[in-house]
């Protein structure tokens, strides 16, 4: 039976993606800060590499987390931004670089991008800017893995189950069911394809 991680697997992405898989006849297990079947943390490259250690044979990763930080473009600081380049980017990133040295041949890495790299909310830049950089680096870094393995990303607009808390900021975009979003982490997971973003835009 194949095995997948799914980091963030507690979350309100990473629960739909897991039951989804599971449904699949996946043997998953999670991970997360507090959560999870592991604890780590995506931020801290030593943690991510103690993580793989720990879990030893893998087919395949899921990544549904790391925070942005949003913020108004006249008060967003150069630390602010660094929670979500250290966050969301480089933790998604050396998740791939550490753990490509660690999955089985035809394994995947499925990692979570976001609509604002395309549709640009206000305080919104920094996130944008990672979600850009984070399918950048899956269109090229997919080409160079070794063994089979495959790299793509998701990039969900703003979920059902999430709309209320992010009311503020998505004004007027179509939410979508987090089932609907773990169908592109699925397809990713189980499928052929390589470098590409699964966009779910509603
Ligand atoms: N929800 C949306 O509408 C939406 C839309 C587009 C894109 N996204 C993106 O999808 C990702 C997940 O979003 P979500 O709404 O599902 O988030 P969420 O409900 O807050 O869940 C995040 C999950 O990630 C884990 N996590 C967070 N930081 C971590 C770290 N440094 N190391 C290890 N685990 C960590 C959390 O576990 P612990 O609490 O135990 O650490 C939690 O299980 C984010 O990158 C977000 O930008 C979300």
Known sequence: MAKALVIGGHGT?????????????????TAGRTSGDYKFDMTDPASIATLFAEIGELDHVVVAAGATHYAALPELKPEDNLTSVNGKLLGQVNTVLIGQHRLNAKGSFTLVSGI????????GASSSMVNGAIDAFVHAAAFELPRGI?????????????AEKYADYFKGFDPVPADK??????????????????????
């Open 13 to 29: 992405i990473g629960q739909a993606v897991v039951a989804k898989l599971r449904e699949q006849g996946i043997n998953v297990i």
């Open 116 to 123: 604002l790299k395309d549709y640009p909310i206000a305080r």
């Open 150 to 162: 495959r790299l793509n990303s998701v990039s969900p607009t703003v979920l059902t189950e999430s």
């Open 181 to 202: 979003v773990a169908n592109a982490f699925v397809r990713s997971v189980l499928g052929i394809e390589t470098g590409r973003t699964y966009y779910v835009y509603g």
